[in-house]
């Protein structure tokens, strides 16, 4: 739990997701948080992710 979450782009902040036919499913994005972490967001690039946290800190 932090400041670097964000709400979840796929669900809108819900958790869920609802298909055509009204089932809902859990969002596989932020996994039903609603929302998703910097982390999270950005795990394709995770080189950049620990110059983001470096910055941070500094
Ligand atoms: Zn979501």
Same mark, same amino acid.
């Given at each position: 739990?932090?400041?670097?979450?964000?709400?979840?782009?796929?669900? %809108? &902040? +819900?958790?869920?997701?609802?298909?055509?036919? $009204?089932?809902?499913?859990?969002?596989? *994005?932020?996994?039903? %948080? &609603? +929302?998703?972490?910097?982390?999270?967001?950005? $795990?394709?690039?995770?080189?950049?992710? *620990?110059?983001?946290?470096?910055?941070?800190?500094?």
């Amino acid at each position: 739990m932090g400041s670097q979450e964000f709400r979840c782009k796929a669900c %809108d &902040g +819900y958790g869920l997701l609802m298909d055509d036919e $009204e089932w809902r499913y859990t969002c596989t *994005v932020c996994r039903g %948080d &609603g +929302y998703v972490s910097e982390l999270e967001s950005n $795990e394709q690039d995770q080189v950049s992710d *620990v110059d983001d946290i470096n910055r941070i800190l500094d």
